[in-house]
């Protein structure tokens, strides 16, 4: 098996900034930076939202992207692209649950990782 190759693209370099109320969430600004660190004026600043949604099993992230040009148009745009969010997040829980609800589960096709059967593990023993 061979290592997997990590390394630093340095012509896609940001500088990651994040502001937050401490209420709703959290803003991430992206500034692209080049190699030597200094601002890359060729490529553009990105904006990104992060809010939890509450659910029965507890907090859901929702990560989205806010195409602005300003933190302050961030700031204006950050409940509506939440709410889509939130929506589209919803909807996807909503299908996993019909894919879940339609599976059909048949007696002795239960899956499984084949090869050879399990058998008696290790010397605890149940009577």
Avoid: H
């Avoid at 601002?39 to 949604?53: E, H, I, T």
């Avoid at 806010?66 to 829980?93: G, H, P, Q, S, Y």
């Amino acid at each position: 098996m061979t290592e997997p190759e990590v390394t630093m693209n340095p012509d896609e370099l940001y500088l990651e900034e994040i502001f937050t109320d401490q209420k709703v969430g959290t803003i991430r600004r992206l500034t692209p930076m080049n190699k030597d660190g200094q601002p890359d004026s060729n490529r553009k600043v990105l904006f990104f939202g992060q809010a939890q949604m509450m659910t029965p099993a507890g907090a859901l992230p929702l990560n989205f992207e806010l195409e602005v040009d300003t933190l302050a148009d961030a700031c204006a745009k950050f409940a509506d692209e939440a709410k889509v969010a939130m929506e589209r997040t919803i909807e996807e829980l909503k299908e996993y649950r019909r894919q879940q609800a339609s599976s059909i589960v048949v007696p002795g096709q239960e899956g499984g990782m084949g090869g050879m059967p399990g058998g008696p593990g290790g010397k605890i023993q149940l009577r």
